[in-house]
């Protein structure tokens, strides 16, 4: 049930954001056992002005090619997981892409079942 926000600069090619949608989906799969089914995403594509990063940070280098990942889910998966969440994403978007993975920025921001409608009006999670 992850709901996944990704950012880019504008002007990509529709098979770049589409490799992507599907790395960061397939990762999702892999590593948090999501439903093949459970693909919801939203890509934002953004002026050179509106996309806001350090040319380095914490000794990563990121260029005007950076793209952010803000996942939502469920909380429960571990420090592990995410690890190796982050690694298969990163891995998973360079190869289809060419993009360095020194410019995939990934947020996971966890929440609780009770959070989640997936239409209707209703709670799924709980009800």
Known sequence: MP???ISLLRGKPSEY???IVESVHKALVKEFNVPELDKFQ???EVEPHQLVFPTSYLGVPHSDDIVYVHITCKE???IDMKRRLYQEIA???SSSTGLVEDD???VIA???AENWSFGRGKAQLVE
């Open 3 to 5: 709901f996944v926000q």
């Open 17 to 19: 954001v589409s490799g």
């Open 76 to 78: 429960g998966r571990t």
């Open 91 to 93: 891995a998973l978007i």
């Open 110 to 112: 966890e929440n609780k």
């Open 42 to 44: 939203v890509v934002y």
């Open 104 to 106: 995939v920025f990934i």
